[in-house]
Nanobody, 124 residues
Framework: QVHLVESGGGLVQAGGSLRLSCAAS????????MGWFRQAPGKEREFVAA????????VYADSVKGRFTISRDNAKNTVILQMNSLKPEDTAVYYC?????????????????WGQGTQVTVSS
């Protein structure tokens, strides 16, 4: 069992930056593929980024590529989403997710564990 807790959300102006953190409990964190998803009001949940167990291989949604960076520290059971050049359309609740059977990264159904979410609001 893995418990995920996100932090770091808030209100920022367009062009600004935020750093989201996801702290994971449990001893098997390093065996999980970790991902970030987001959901805006009235919209479906969408994939943002994922990182493989080795902390090297990553995948990003086209909408955030070049602006967001995902990283992990297996020693600290933490995954980070650094968000730069934020846009109003990035406004959403951001969720951290983890799974051992994740194949490609963007498919939410492959993840077993989800955090409660953290709100990110980008003003224009």
């Amino acid at each position: 069992q893995v418990h995920l807790v996100e932090s770091g959300g808030g209100l920022v102006q367009a062009g600004g930056s935020l750093r989201l953190s996801c702290a994971a409990s449990g001893r098997t964190f390093s065996s999980y593929v970790m991902g970030w998803f987001r959901q805006a009001p009235g919209k479906e949940r969408e994939f943002v980024a994922a990182i493989r167990r080795n902390g090297i291989n990553t995948v990003y949604a086209d909408s955030v590529k070049g602006r967001f960076t995902i990283s992990r520290d297996n020693a600290k059971n933490t995954v980070i989403l650094q968000m730069n050049s934020l846009k109003p359309e990035d406004t959403a609740v951001y969720y951290c997710a983890g799974g051992q059977r994740v194949v490609t990264g963007p498919v939410g159904g492959e993840y077993d564990y989800w955090g409660q979410g953290t709100q990110v609001t980008v003003s224009s």
